[in-house]
């Protein structure tokens, strides 16, 4: 397969609108969505939710931005830091999202009768894993996250970068973020949860998935290689880690409870 679409849908002037831009802003588009169907379903205040969205929005691409420029691109942005805030000139890491994600709902949570940190990352984490498989398409419509070469029929060539069939790695990660989403969506509406639960089964298995994949992807980073170990799998163990973490937490309030109702 040959993939030779322009990242570009239309030009309106100097204004332009761009798949992955779409795919971006359809992301945080439906995980809104879900989130209303969550609170409702939860009996919480809709209304609260339109707050919530500026604040995981301004931080989710801050958080992006920063990682993108001061990991994967440190030589030209420090040497051009006024480009940094430039975000509509591309340029995100996921990593950096996440953790833009949680300084946001951490800040967002500490008002007043605002829902509990845990509680409100089990809910949002739902809703970012899906909006993370639609900016992976996003970035398979740019030809950007490329693969490496290969001889299988998985290969697609991207025209637009050169004539070598590659993994597309970008929908690998779309695939593996849309049967994370349907695990967690599952969990949810089984109701068998403690808090911090589905932040936990979504922080391991989304960048359990992302260390693995990575293997499959050329150095995203100026300044590394193509070797065995990238940086994006050394900024994905810690995310792991806390995941697991949160896991056992989670269990092991789950067997206190069980403890309590058996004690009668």
Not at 194 to 220: H, S
Not at 232 to 248: D, E, K
Request: charged share 20%.
């Amino acid at each position: 397969m040959t993939w030779n679409i322009d990242p570009v849908i239309f030009h309106f002037g100097r204004l332009s609108l761009s798949w992955y831009g779409l795919f971006f802003a359809g992301g945080f588009l439906v995980g809104y969505k879900i989130m209303q169907g969550i609170y409702r379903r939860d009996g919480s205040k809709v209304e609260e939710l339109d707050l919530l969205l500026w604040f995981v929005l301004i931080g989710t691409l801050i958080g992006m931005r920063l990682v993108h420029c001061l990991v994967y691109e440190p030589d030209y942005y420090l040497a051009h830091p006024w480009e940094i805030p430039q975000i509509w000139r591309g340029g995100y890491a996921s990593h950096g999202g996440a953790a833009g994600l949680l300084i946001a709902v951490w800040f967002y949570c500490r008002a007043p009768e605002r829902p509990k940190f845990l509680w409100l990352l089990d809910r949002l984490a739902i809703a970012a894993v899906l909006a993370g498989a639609f900016i992976r398409v996003g970035n398979f419509f740019n030809s950007e996250i490329l693969g490496k070469p290969t001889d299988s029929f998985l290969g697609i060539v991207f025209s637009r970068v050169d004539q070598y069939p590659r993994h597309p790695a970008q929908l690998y990660e779309a695939v593996a973020y849309f049967a994370i989403f349907a695990i967690l969506w599952t969990t949810y509406r089984t109701g068998v949860r403690r808090d911090g639960m589905l932040t936990g089964l979504y922080f391991t298995l989304v960048f359990g998935a992302r260390f693995l994949l990575e293997f499959f992807k050329t150095a995203q980073a100026t300044y590394e290689q193509d070797g065995s170990i990238y940086v994006g799998q050394y900024m994905s163990l810690p995310f792991v880690a806390l995941g697991l973490a949160l896991l056992i937490r989670a269990g092991r309030h789950e067997q206190r409870r069980r403890r309590e109702i058996e004690r009668g």
